[in-house]
Nanobody, 132 residues
Framework: HVQLVESGGGSVEVGGSLRLSCPGS????????MAWFRQSPGKEREGVAS??????????VYADSVKGRFTISRDIAEKKLYLQMNNLKPEDTAIYYC????????????????????????WGQGTQVTVS
């Protein structure tokens, strides 16, 4: 499996932007899912965005709290996963995690499942994002 290491975290002012990235964890054959999660002190881990490899009818899925501000994408050539975060708010402050399913799916995941941490078994160590 691919070792996931997030990059791009840091401190930013309210309304600013950050771009997170991690290695793409997928194979040429099959449908693989990757996602971004975040966790703040005292809160449960929250699914932020999810995306599947080409060939699936599963489109990018976002938590309501980040729709219109965050964009998840994949670079096939470089085999990387990105999360572009714009118009950041203080409530976006959290540790952000890159996650992947190690095995392909035959049936597509539901939107709720794609944003559930139980569906992923390959995790990065997390990167801190602080908005103030």
């Amino acid at each position: 499996h691919v070792q996931l290491v997030e990059s791009g975290g840091g401190s930013v002012e309210v309304g600013g932007s950050l771009r997170l990235s991690c290695p793409g964890s997928w194979q040429a054959r099959g449908t693989y899912y990757m996602a971004w999660f975040r966790q703040s002190p005292g809160k449960e881990r929250e699914g932020v965005a999810s995306i599947a490899t080409d060939g699936s009818d599963f489109g990018p899925v976002y938590a309501d709290s980040v729709k219109g501000r965050f964009t998840i994408s994949r670079d096939i050539a470089e085999k990387k996963l990105y999360l572009q975060m714009n118009n950041l708010k203080p409530e976006d402050t959290a540790i952000y995690y890159c996650a992947a399913r190690r095995f392909p799916r035959i049936q597509p995941l539901s939107q709720d499942a794609a944003l559930s941490s139980d569906e992923y078994n390959n995790w990065g160590q997390g990167t801190q994002v602080t908005v103030s």
